[in-house]
T-cell receptor, first 111, second 113 residues
Framework: GQNIDQPTEMTATEGAIVQINCTYQ??????LFWYQQHAGEAPTFLSY????GLEEKGRFSSFLSRSKGYSYLLLKELQMKDSASYLC????????????FGQGTELSVKP | DTAVSQTPKYLVTQMGNDKSIKCEQN?????MYWYKQDSKKFLKIMFS???????INETVPNRFSPKSPDKAHLNLHINSLELGDSAVYFC????????????FGEGSRLTVL
Protein backbone atom coordinates (compact mmCIF):
# COMPACT_ATOMS: atom_id res chain seq x y z
CA GLY A 1 0.00 0.00 0.00
CA GLN A 2 0.92 3.62 0.15
CA ASN A 3 1.37 5.78 3.18
CA ILE A 4 2.37 9.43 3.48
CA ASP A 5 2.88 11.06 6.85
CA GLN A 6 3.35 14.70 7.70
CA PRO A 7 2.60 16.71 10.83
CA THR A 8 -0.95 17.99 11.02
CA GLU A 9 -0.03 21.50 12.08
CA MET A 10 2.93 23.73 12.84
CA THR A 11 3.39 27.26 14.11
CA ALA A 12 6.31 29.55 13.35
CA THR A 13 7.26 33.21 13.71
CA GLU A 14 7.49 35.75 10.94
CA GLY A 15 11.07 36.00 9.65
CA ALA A 16 12.04 32.58 10.98
CA ILE A 17 12.81 29.30 9.19
CA VAL A 18 10.51 26.29 9.33
CA GLN A 19 11.00 22.72 8.14
CA ILE A 20 8.02 20.55 7.27
CA ASN A 21 8.81 16.85 7.16
CA CYS A 22 7.19 14.14 5.09
CA THR A 23 7.79 10.40 5.17
CA TYR A 24 6.39 8.02 2.62
CA GLN A 25 6.13 4.34 1.83
CA UNK A 26 5.21 3.39 -1.70
CA UNK A 27 6.19 1.02 -4.46
CA UNK A 28 7.31 2.28 -7.86
CA UNK A 29 8.29 5.68 -6.48
CA UNK A 30 8.80 8.24 -9.24
CA UNK A 31 8.89 11.65 -7.61
CA LEU A 32 8.04 13.75 -4.56
CA PHE A 33 6.01 16.94 -4.86
CA TRP A 34 5.13 19.80 -2.56
CA TYR A 35 2.03 21.91 -3.03
CA GLN A 36 0.78 24.95 -1.14
CA GLN A 37 -2.91 25.45 -0.49
CA HIS A 38 -4.34 28.59 1.08
CA ALA A 39 -7.70 28.18 2.78
CA GLY A 40 -10.50 28.01 0.25
CA GLU A 41 -8.14 28.13 -2.70
CA ALA A 42 -6.55 25.80 -5.24
CA PRO A 43 -3.38 23.87 -4.46
CA THR A 44 -0.40 25.38 -6.25
CA PHE A 45 2.79 23.56 -7.22
CA LEU A 46 5.88 24.46 -5.20
CA SER A 47 8.60 21.92 -5.92
CA TYR A 48 9.54 18.53 -7.29
CA UNK A 49 12.31 16.09 -6.31
CA UNK A 50 13.14 12.92 -8.17
CA UNK A 51 16.79 12.50 -7.17
CA UNK A 52 18.30 12.66 -3.70
CA GLY A 53 19.36 16.08 -2.57
CA LEU A 54 18.22 19.62 -2.16
CA GLU A 55 16.29 21.70 -4.70
CA GLU A 56 16.28 25.41 -3.98
CA LYS A 57 13.76 27.89 -5.30
CA GLY A 58 13.96 31.30 -3.72
CA ARG A 59 12.78 31.17 -0.11
CA PHE A 60 11.61 27.58 -0.53
CA SER A 61 13.80 24.46 -0.70
CA SER A 62 12.87 20.81 -0.82
CA PHE A 63 15.00 17.82 0.09
CA LEU A 64 14.61 14.16 -0.78
CA SER A 65 16.20 10.95 0.48
CA ARG A 66 14.82 8.03 -1.52
CA SER A 67 16.55 5.41 0.59
CA LYS A 68 14.92 6.78 3.74
CA GLY A 69 11.55 7.58 2.16
CA TYR A 70 11.89 11.10 3.54
CA SER A 71 11.47 14.62 2.30
CA TYR A 72 11.26 18.05 3.83
CA LEU A 73 10.17 21.47 2.70
CA LEU A 74 12.20 24.36 4.10
CA LEU A 75 10.69 27.83 4.19
CA LYS A 76 13.03 30.72 4.98
CA GLU A 77 12.30 34.32 5.96
CA LEU A 78 8.74 33.42 6.78
CA GLN A 79 6.04 35.89 5.84
CA MET A 80 2.48 36.09 7.07
CA LYS A 81 1.26 35.09 3.60
CA ASP A 82 3.05 31.75 4.01
CA SER A 83 0.28 30.67 6.39
CA ALA A 84 -1.29 27.83 4.43
CA SER A 85 -1.53 24.08 4.17
CA TYR A 86 1.52 22.35 2.68
CA LEU A 87 0.78 19.09 0.90
CA CYS A 88 3.36 16.38 0.31
CA UNK A 89 2.59 14.05 -2.60
CA UNK A 90 4.25 11.17 -4.39
CA UNK A 91 3.91 9.89 -7.92
CA UNK A 92 4.45 6.31 -9.04
CA UNK A 93 5.59 4.69 -12.24
CA UNK A 94 4.70 6.56 -15.40
CA UNK A 95 1.45 7.95 -14.03
CA UNK A 96 2.99 11.19 -12.92
CA UNK A 97 -0.27 13.05 -12.58
CA UNK A 98 -1.75 10.40 -10.33
CA UNK A 99 -0.47 12.04 -7.18
CA UNK A 100 -0.95 10.44 -3.80
CA PHE A 101 -1.29 13.23 -1.29
CA GLY A 102 -0.60 13.35 2.41
CA GLN A 103 -3.06 15.01 4.75
CA GLY A 104 -1.23 18.31 4.60
CA THR A 105 0.52 20.39 7.26
CA GLU A 106 -1.34 23.50 8.37
CA LEU A 107 1.31 26.18 8.94
CA SER A 108 0.44 29.26 10.96
CA VAL A 109 2.88 32.16 10.82
CA LYS A 110 2.62 34.52 13.79
CA PRO A 111 3.93 38.08 14.00
CA ASP B 1 -6.87 35.00 -17.98
CA THR B 2 -7.95 32.13 -15.74
CA ALA B 3 -5.86 29.06 -16.53
CA VAL B 4 -8.13 26.31 -15.17
CA SER B 5 -11.69 27.34 -14.51
CA GLN B 6 -14.51 25.34 -13.01
CA THR B 7 -18.22 25.99 -12.76
CA PRO B 8 -20.08 26.18 -10.54
CA LYS B 9 -17.92 27.17 -7.57
CA TYR B 10 -20.66 26.26 -5.12
CA LEU B 11 -23.39 23.69 -5.46
CA VAL B 12 -26.02 22.87 -2.85
CA THR B 13 -28.46 20.13 -3.71
CA GLN B 14 -30.69 17.43 -2.29
CA MET B 15 -29.87 13.74 -2.00
CA GLY B 16 -30.87 11.79 -5.06
CA ASN B 17 -30.40 14.66 -7.51
CA ASP B 18 -28.07 14.62 -10.50
CA LYS B 19 -25.53 17.39 -10.99
CA SER B 20 -22.63 18.32 -13.26
CA ILE B 21 -19.42 20.28 -12.81
CA LYS B 22 -17.62 21.71 -15.80
CA CYS B 23 -13.93 22.42 -16.25
CA GLU B 24 -11.97 24.23 -18.93
CA GLN B 25 -8.27 24.97 -19.27
CA ASN B 26 -6.60 27.43 -21.60
CA UNK B 27 -3.02 26.33 -20.94
CA UNK B 28 -2.77 24.11 -23.99
CA UNK B 29 -2.33 21.04 -21.77
CA UNK B 30 -3.27 17.60 -23.01
CA UNK B 31 -4.06 15.91 -19.69
CA MET B 32 -6.84 16.75 -17.26
CA TYR B 33 -7.88 15.37 -13.89
CA TRP B 34 -10.61 15.31 -11.29
CA TYR B 35 -9.52 15.22 -7.67
CA LYS B 36 -11.78 15.09 -4.62
CA GLN B 37 -10.87 16.81 -1.33
CA ASP B 38 -12.85 15.59 1.63
CA SER B 39 -13.52 17.29 4.95
CA LYS B 40 -10.20 16.02 6.31
CA LYS B 41 -8.49 17.76 3.40
CA PHE B 42 -7.18 14.60 1.75
CA LEU B 43 -6.89 15.13 -1.99
CA LYS B 44 -7.64 11.94 -3.90
CA ILE B 45 -7.54 11.38 -7.62
CA MET B 46 -10.71 10.21 -9.31
CA PHE B 47 -10.14 10.34 -13.05
CA SER B 48 -7.67 11.49 -15.67
CA UNK B 49 -7.95 12.04 -19.40
CA UNK B 50 -5.14 12.41 -21.89
CA UNK B 51 -6.20 13.80 -25.27
CA UNK B 52 -9.80 12.76 -24.58
CA UNK B 53 -8.80 9.22 -23.61
CA UNK B 54 -9.56 7.98 -20.09
CA UNK B 55 -6.24 6.93 -18.58
CA ILE B 56 -6.91 6.86 -14.85
CA ASN B 57 -10.11 5.58 -13.32
CA GLU B 58 -9.82 5.08 -9.58
CA THR B 59 -12.23 3.11 -7.44
CA VAL B 60 -15.06 5.58 -7.75
CA PRO B 61 -18.77 4.67 -7.68
CA ASN B 62 -20.18 4.44 -11.18
CA ARG B 63 -22.57 7.22 -10.25
CA PHE B 64 -19.63 9.44 -11.21
CA SER B 65 -19.08 9.77 -14.93
CA PRO B 66 -16.44 12.01 -16.47
CA LYS B 67 -16.59 13.24 -20.04
CA SER B 68 -13.95 14.99 -22.09
CA PRO B 69 -15.35 16.45 -25.32
CA ASP B 70 -11.91 17.80 -26.23
CA LYS B 71 -8.55 18.12 -24.53
CA ALA B 72 -9.38 21.54 -23.10
CA HIS B 73 -12.56 20.42 -21.34
CA LEU B 74 -13.37 17.85 -18.71
CA ASN B 75 -16.78 17.54 -17.10
CA LEU B 76 -17.97 15.47 -14.16
CA HIS B 77 -21.53 14.24 -13.90
CA ILE B 78 -22.81 12.75 -10.66
CA ASN B 79 -26.03 10.74 -10.50
CA SER B 80 -28.15 10.01 -7.45
CA LEU B 81 -26.16 12.22 -5.11
CA GLU B 82 -25.47 10.94 -1.60
CA LEU B 83 -24.51 12.76 1.60
CA GLY B 84 -20.99 11.33 1.36
CA ASP B 85 -20.46 13.05 -1.97
CA SER B 86 -20.19 16.37 -0.18
CA ALA B 87 -16.65 17.59 -0.82
CA VAL B 88 -14.62 20.03 -2.86
CA TYR B 89 -13.96 18.76 -6.37
CA PHE B 90 -10.84 20.07 -8.06
CA CYS B 91 -10.13 19.97 -11.74
CA UNK B 92 -6.47 20.05 -12.78
CA UNK B 93 -4.42 19.90 -15.94
CA UNK B 94 -0.84 19.08 -16.90
CA UNK B 95 1.41 19.07 -19.90
CA UNK B 96 1.80 15.39 -20.53
CA UNK B 97 0.58 12.37 -18.59
CA UNK B 98 3.83 11.63 -16.77
CA UNK B 99 4.36 14.90 -14.93
CA UNK B 100 3.11 15.58 -11.43
CA UNK B 101 3.20 19.34 -11.90
CA UNK B 102 -0.51 19.99 -11.94
CA UNK B 103 -2.39 23.23 -12.37
CA PHE B 104 -5.55 23.17 -10.27
CA GLY B 105 -8.81 25.02 -10.71
CA GLU B 106 -10.39 26.91 -7.81
CA GLY B 107 -12.55 23.98 -6.82
CA SER B 108 -16.27 23.31 -6.76
CA ARG B 109 -17.73 22.90 -3.30
CA LEU B 110 -20.60 20.41 -3.40
CA THR B 111 -22.96 20.16 -0.45
CA VAL B 112 -25.55 17.40 -0.46
CA LEU B 113 -28.43 17.85 2.00
Amino acid sequence: GQNIDQPTEMTATEGAIVQINCTYQTSGFNGLFWYQQHAGEAPTFLSYNVLDGLEEKGRFSSFLSRSKGYSYLLLKELQMKDSASYLCAVSRGNQGGKLIFGQGTELSVKP
Amino acid sequence: DTAVSQTPKYLVTQMGNDKSIKCEQNLGHDTMYWYKQDSKKFLKIMFSYNNKELIINETVPNRFSPKSPDKAHLNLHINSLELGDSAVYFCASSLGRTTGELFFGEGSRLTVL
